[in-house]
């Protein structure tokens, strides 16, 4: 029987990547997203075994959306976390929703979507990834919210490794730079005080490669899920494996 991925935010600019490569590598695809509409987009351009809209920042529907995936595909041999939100601007001035909302989509339902997981996961000796960050990895100035949410993430998943490791169950974090998608026109339009290409701007100038610095494609970081659940990447785990253009690699 051909195997099963489970994938958060798949309505997302990553998600939806990720779902294709899948589809296209003959997997078949569990879809999940808080955005109705988009999950149903996702369905017109691929065949998905399972689409649910659900809010996973609530720790039963995680176990729901588990319960849904085993009822209609029979097993589970990948969950990719790839649902996020982004929020910024100064500690003071974050609210107590912002806090709740970030930490709650970007960590809470990734913690007790992988908690649902390790049943299935356990009988197919699967693998997690969970969507990091740069900035899990090091700090962003102005995004300490975000940053704190991805660098729990990532040890997370590095913990996870650990505690799976005897069941042949891997873990890893991917943690992208700046990819093209809603989430980064998202940014630009709310936090570019009006002038979102100028966000863009400074966002491309830190990059190691200078006038050539772009932003990544989506397909690219779905590529390297795609490997790590692959046989053939089998010794890792309990990685966080950036993806960024040297972004992370220092100052
Ligand atoms: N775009 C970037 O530059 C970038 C960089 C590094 C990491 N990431 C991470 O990559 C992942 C994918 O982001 P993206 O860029 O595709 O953004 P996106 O906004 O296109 O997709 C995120 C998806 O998460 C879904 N989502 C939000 N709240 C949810 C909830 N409560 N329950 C279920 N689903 C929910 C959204 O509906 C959306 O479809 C996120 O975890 C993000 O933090 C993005």
């Given at each position: 029987?051909?195997?099963?991925?489970?994938?958060?935010?798949?309505?997302?600019?990553?998600?939806?990547?990720?779902?294709?490569?899948?589809?296209?590598?003959?997997?078949?695809?569990?879809?999940?997203?808080?955005?109705?509409?988009?999950?149903?987009?996702?369905?017109?351009?691929?065949?998905?075994?399972?689409?649910?809209a659900l809010d996973l920042g609530h720790a039963t529907?995680?176990?729901?959306?588990?319960?849904?995936?085993?009822?209609?595909?029979?097993?589970?041999?990948?969950?990719?976390?790839?649902?996020?939100?982004?929020?910024?601007?100064?500690?003071e001035a974050c609210s107590e929703a912002d806090f709740?909302?970030?930490?709650?989509?970007?960590?809470?339902?990734?913690?007790?979507?992988?908690?649902?997981?390790?049943?299935?996961?356990?009988?197919?000796?699967?693998?997690?990834?969970?969507?990091?960050?740069?900035?899990?990895?090091?700090?962003?100035?102005?995004?300490?919210?975000?940053?704190?949410?991805?660098?729990?993430?990532?040890?997370?998943?590095?913990?996870?490794?650990?505690?799976?490791?005897?069941?042949?169950?891997?873990?890893?974090?991917?943690?992208?730079?700046?990819?093209?998608?809603?989430?980064?026109?998202?940014?630009?339009?709310?936090?570019?005080?009006?002038?979102?290409?100028?966000?863009?701007?400074?966002?491309?100038?830190?990059?190691?490669?200078?006038?050539?610095?772009?932003?990544?494609?989506?397909?690219?970081?779905?590529?390297?899920?795609?490997?790590?659940?692959?046989?053939?990447?089998?010794?890792?785990?309990?990685?966080?494996?950036?993806?960024?253009?040297?972004?992370?690699?220092?100052?």
């Amino acid at each position: 029987m051909q195997p099963v991925v489970l994938i958060t935010g798949a309505a997302g600019g990553l998600g939806s990547a990720v779902a294709r490569r899948f589809a296209n590598g003959g997997w078949r695809v569990a879809a999940t997203d808080l955005n109705a509409a988009g999950l149903q987009a996702l369905g017109l351009q691929l065949p998905l075994a399972a689409s649910l809209a659900l809010d996973l920042g609530h720790a039963t529907n995680c176990q729901t959306l588990l319960d849904e995936v085993l009822a209609r595909c029979g097993r589970l041999d990948a969950l990719v976390n790839a649902a996020g939100v982004w929020r910024e601007g100064p500690v003071e001035a974050c609210s107590e929703a912002d806090f709740d909302l970030v930490l709650n989509v970007n960590l809470k339902a990734a913690f007790f979507t992988c908690a649902a997981a390790i049943a299935p996961l356990r009988v197919s000796r699967g693998t997690i990834i969970n969507i990091a960050s740069d900035a899990g990895h090091q700090g962003n100035r102005n995004a300490a919210l975000y940053c704190a949410s991805k660098g729990a993430l990532t040890l997370l998943s590095k913990t996870l490794a650990l505690d799976l490791a005897a069941d042949g169950i891997r873990v890893n974090a991917v943690s992208p730079g700046d990819i093209a998608t809603p989430m980064l026109d998202f940014q630009a339009e709310r936090y570019g005080g009006g002038d979102p290409q100028g966000y863009k701007r400074d966002l491309l100038s830190l990059y190691p490669q200078g006038r050539a610095a772009r932003f990544i494609r989506p397909e690219e970081v779905a590529e390297l899920v795609w490997f790590l659940c692959q046989p053939y990447a089998e010794a890792i785990t309990g990685a966080n494996l950036a993806i960024d253009f040297g972004l992370s690699a220092g100052k």
